[in-house]
């Protein structure tokens, strides 16, 4: 484990489910992320939060909503989803607040939506 | 905002070859440019990352250039193994902000 764990790793559900992802990191990072990657797409960034407050949504539809509880953990929402959402789902941490230094990702929600 | 074009989108290489791959970015702002390989099934992971006061940096057989004049820098692989196969991202960041605006990758394959 690298220091971010996301939970579950695999999820299916119907277009009418509600569902939540989870993130949690120990590393004392500020910030956090959700990604959405797809096949054959560049990783597009949906949510960013530095020190809990969010500081980014990349007009991400509603369907999806994110909450950061504190710097350790992070969720996204999910709620009346479409097939063309399924893709992997990868948080990610770094130290934030300005400095420099990479990200280092959690292993992803592969999310199935039927 | 920054735009990050990454190529080539696939790459194919014999045991003991090097490997290529070509990032650019347009914002001249971007200072920090790190690379992350992706395994099948598995997460991202750094493998090596360069700051813009900085031409070039090498690890191992890894190697990564940046020539800010010309926005653009590269992924150098040398004596290329079959466990290098892979996705490989780059990535470039203005550090103030720590947004990191990601490549569309290159899935490299190392023919034994």
């Known amino acids: 484990e690298t220091g971010v764990t996301q939970t579950p790793r695999h999820l299916v559900m119907g277009m009418t489910n509600k569902k939540s992802l989870k993130c949690e990191q120990h590393?004392?990072?500020?910030?956090m992320y959700w990604y959405k990657q797809s096949a054959k797409k560049p990783l597009e960034l949906m949510f960013v939060?530095?020190?809990?407050?969010?500081?980014e949504n990349n007009s991400v539809p509603s369907r999806f909503s994110p909450e950061c509880p504190n710097s350790s953990h992070l969720f996204l929402h999910l709620h009346t989803l479409q097939p063309e959402d399924s893709a992997l789902y990868l948080c990610?941490?770094?130290?934030?607040?300005?400095?420099?230094?990479?990200?280092?990702f959690g292993s992803g929600t592969r999310l199935t939506v039927v | 905002g920054e735009n990050v074009e990454q190529h080539p989108s696939t790459l194919s290489v014999q045991e003991g070859d090097s490997a290529v791959i070509k990032c650019t970015y347009s914002?001249?702002?971007?200072?920090?440019f790190p690379w992350y390989k992706q395994e099948l099934g598995k997460r991202p992971q750094l493998i090596i990352d360069?700051?813009?006061?900085?031409g070039e940096k090498k690890d191992q057989r890894i190697a990564v250039t940046l020539n800010k004049t010309a926005k653009h820098f590269s992924l150098h692989i040398t004596e290329t193994q079959p466990e290098d196969s892979a996705v490989y991202f780059c990535?470039?960041?203005?550090?103030?902000?720590?947004?990191?605006?990601f490549g569309t990758g290159t899935s490299l394959t190392v023919i034994p």
């Open positions: 939060y530095n020190f809990k407050e969010q500081t």
């Open positions: 990610a941490s770094s130290r934030g607040g300005g400095s420099r230094g990479g990200y280092t």
């Open positions: 990535a470039a960041s203005n550090i103030p902000g720590n947004q990191f605006y």
């Open positions: 914002d001249s702002a971007s200072n920090y």
């Open positions: 360069i700051r813009s006061n900085v």
């Open positions: 590393l004392g990072h500020n910030a």
